[in-house]
């Protein structure tokens, strides 16, 4: 049994064939999916989703590349969505500096407005007692600042985790978890691969975000939730253990983060 910790299933990519890649990916043993929010809208259908199929959960939230679009009433709409029970965490929120205005003054109203975000959903997660998903992009130092006041308050989990051993240890010693994505079965992405060989086994999670980021050798082509089998089978080969072990810890780690049927 795996859980597929982050996929876009609500995007129109699967709209011609959302039911079938559900049940696709049961078939390879992703019993579970959770549906990540990016913006109001995809979090009203995560949620939607995620009350029409018992194995999906919900993610709320807006994603810092839609901070400077996101209505001003947004924090005050992703609590009314986070009443449902079906919504398992506030995400995905962070930072994302790979993506910027052209000018300066625009790169910095920007920042401004992805770090008010951030922070405000933040202090929702803090209110309804949920962890968080989240995203960071070139802002490593920035997101961490951020986060470092919410130390013992809210979980978090880093997905698509890209970055050092040392960088998966830091935000570990904070309380937070690390995501991996196919990114680990592509060629030239030793750094994460040695990173996923060697983390802690009980501090990391199995991921898609789909459709993007599709594992070896499909690079390139939509990804789904069924491909997380391929990204366990992967830091498997990397640690020297089987795929069974590997999906039994991250499943036991998904399900204590995430805390389904809260
Ligand atoms: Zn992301
Ligand atoms: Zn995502």
Redesign the pocket.
Known sequence: MLIDT???LDYPDFDPDRAEIISRAAEVGVTEIIS?G?KIESSTRAVELAENFPNIWATVGI?PCDADEAPDDAVARLRELAQSTRVVAL??IGLDYHHLPEDAAAIIANKQRQAELFAAQLDLAVELGLNA?I?QRDSWEDTLAILYAYTGRVRCVF??FGGTLEQAREVIALGHLVSFTGIVTFKNARQVQATAQEVAADKFMV?T?CP?LAPAPDRGKRCEPAHTRRVAEKIAELRGTRVEEIAERTTATAREFFRFSR
């Open positions: 982050h996929a876009h990540i990016t994603h995400g995905e998903v995203h997905h698509c991921e975000d993007y």
